[in-house]
């Protein structure tokens, strides 16, 4: 009999799924359970959000285990060559999410430029702020795409319908799908420095850790507005802070951060950024499809043995 270590939670079918499929399904709770090195014995799979971390402490101490699931998509919080050196199989699913993700870049794009968050606040303190509140359009700005994966595309196509310039780069060749997106590639370079906004949808690697950092910051339009929500650490905080701080750039949208939960907020209140807590991907839409997918390739996984 097969066991599946739950180590975050899953939408409720998923499990349901994978029980009707014949697995045995554990639900961890990390109060009561203990360390991961202990429990992870036994199991031959584990699945995982963003908030449990599969170590190579985790991957060594493990005795049967062949395969590790990130129910989303960046695989930061697991050790892949650990686990590629003890031939255990590392998958995700970057299918589910990418809609909602994409819908909360303009989220937090339009409540930049609009003071959505002021604008409610000071209504809610029975202050009519009208004048103090003139915002910007998203028509005709320009708008970078650091990194045209399965999300960086579907925020292409929203920013073709509110008619703005869109520019795309990447490690990889994306020719071929800008030419279907009807958008323009670019070098990195140009995307900092000719961007009114610059949004980042890569994976946080040694690569990109702090790609968009101080000297970054320095060449860009002080009226752009950057938008993080793929991973904290491709944006240097502490550059960031001090650019807001120096009116370098005209704000932030940030969904992720280094500490997750934050250990030093000043960032977060500042009056130039709007925050959320990591919650791209949380709608019922694509918790659902992660869910659905974890499932299938759980399944498909072990249907092969």
Same mark, same amino acid.
């Not at 040694?206 to 009226?223: D, S, V």
């Given at each position: 009999?097969?066991? %599946? +270590?739950?180590?975050?939670? #899953? ?11 014949? &697995? $045995? ?10 360390? &991961?090195? !202990? ?14 971390? #599969? ?22 919080? =697991?050790?892949?060559?650990a686990a590629k050196a003890k031939g255990i199989k590392v998958l995700n699913t970057p299918e589910g999410p990418s809609v909602s993700v994409a819908e909360l870049v303009f989220g937090l794009m339009l409540s930049l430029i609009r003071f959505l968050p002021l604008a409610d606040r000071t209504m809610?303190?029975?202050?009519? /702020? ?5 915002? $910007?359009?998203?028509?005709? !700005? @320009?708008?970078?795409? #650091? ?7 579907e925020v292409a196509k929203r920013a073709k319908s509110f008619d703005m310039d869109v520019l795309a780069y990447d490690v990889i060749d994306i020719s071929k799908s800008c030419k279907e997106l009807g958008i323009k590639r670019a070098e990195l370079k140009d995307i900092i420095e000719k961007s009114?906004? %610059? ?5 946080? =690697? ?19 507005? %950057? ?9 240097? /905080?502490?550059? +960031? ?21 934050? !250990? ?8 130039? =950024? ?8 949380? @709608? &019922? ?8 997918? @974890? #499932? ?10």
């Open positions: 009999m097969v066991r %599946v +270590l739950i180590a975050d939670p #899953v939408a409720e079918s998923a499990q349901k799924r994978l029980e009707k499929a014949g &697995l $045995t399904v554990v639900i961890r709770k990390p109060e009561t359970d203990g360390p &991961l090195e !202990k429990q992870i014995k036994g199991f031959e799979c584990i699945v995982v959000r963003s908030a449990t971390k #599969v170590t190579k402490e985790v991957i060594a101490a493990s005795d049967k285990l062949k395969l590790i699931v990130r129910a989303g998509v960046g695989l930061d919080n =697991v050790d892949a060559e809610k303190e029975e202050k009519w /702020e009208k004048k103090k509140l003139e915002g $910007t359009e998203l028509y005709k !700005k @320009t708008l970078g795409i #650091v990194g045209l994966g399965r999300i960086g595309a009114d906004f %610059v949004t980042l949808h890569v994976p946080l =690697v040694p690569q990109t850790k702090g790609m968009i950092g101080e000297k970054e910051l320095a060449r860009m339009k002080k009226t752009v507005y %950057v938008i993080n929500t793929s991973r904290g650490g491709i944006v240097d /905080e502490a550059a +960031l802070l001090k650019a807001l701080d120096a009116g370098t750039i005209a704000g932030a949208g940030l969904d992720v951060y280094m500490d997750e939960p934050p !250990k030093d907020w000043k960032l977060v209140k500042h009056p130039k =950024v709007v925050a959320t807590p990591h919650i791209a991907s949380s @709608t &019922l839409e694509a918790q659902s499809r992660i869910g659905e997918l @974890t #499932v299938d390739k759980v399944i498909a996984e072990f249907a092969k043995k």
